[in-house]
Structure formats: C-alpha cells, structure tokens
C-alpha cells in the first residue's frame, strides 16, 4: 500500500469518525461513497470494508458473507477502524461546541450530497448497460 493510499484511508477514517461523533450518523454513509469514488472499490467491495471497519458481533455474519465473496480490503479497513476513533472523539467534541441547528444544516447537506453522488452513479451505470 502506497504512502498516498494509506493517507487517503487516514482521512477518511478520520471524517467518517468526526461526522459520526458529529451528527450521529453511521460511518457507512461516508465510508462506502469515499471508497467508491475516492478510492475505486465496487460498491462491494466498499460495503464489505465498511461493515469490517464498523462490525461488531451483530455484525459479524455479514461481514463474513462478504468476504467468503472477496468483497473485504481488510488493509483498508484496518487503517480507516483504527483513525475513526481519534475522529469519533474530535468531532462529538466538536458538535457540542455547535448549535443543533448547525448540526442539522451539516448532516442535511451531507446527506443530501451523498444521495446525489449515488443517484447519479446508479444512473451512469444503467445507461452504461443498456445496449
């Protein structure tokens, strides 16, 4: 693994985290997208990493269906796990300094975001397939 790569793992771990301890929301809704794009895993591929980083024992039979498919990159999730908790801790910090309101502007437009990245990457992708 590249310097660049395991630099670009770090941060997202480190967002994810941050927007987690921040606005309550799973690491998946960064992690999976941040992979994707940033990255170019499969969706897959994406989701299996992100159960890993996020899995505890109820998630454990999920994430061990999506390897027995080759759909885990346990170096990635390693280092994105172990930089999502300096993030969790840094961006919980953070949000409590902040107005709720504040904090529903940055998860709304976050979401909002994310849900137009995935729109359209499922509508390239139709049009790819189609003859």
Not at 35 to 61: E, K, N, Y
Not at 73 to 87: D, K, M, Y
Not at 108 to 129: C, E, N, P, R
Request: glycine share 12%.
């Amino acid at each position: 693994m590249s310097l660049q790569t395991i630099l670009l793992l770090t941060l997202i771990g480190l967002a994810a985290g941050m927007l987690s301890g921040m606005v309550g929301i799973g690491g998946g809704v960064v992690i999976v997208p941040a992979l994707v794009f940033l990255l170019g895993l499969s969706q897959h591929q994406a989701q299996g990493t992100s159960l890993f980083i996020l899995s505890l024992p109820v998630l454990l039979l999920a994430v061990m269906n999506y390897w027995r498919s080759g759909n885990v990159n346990w170096r990635f999730g390693l280092v994105i796990a172990s930089t999502f908790v300096i993030g969790a801790f840094l961006g919980s910090k953070l949000t409590l300094r902040l107005p709720e309101a504040w904090v529903k502007l940055i998860f709304g437009l976050l979401m909002a975001y994310v849900s137009f990245q995935l729109i359209l990457a499922g509508y390239t992708g139709i049009q790819k397939d189609e003859p």
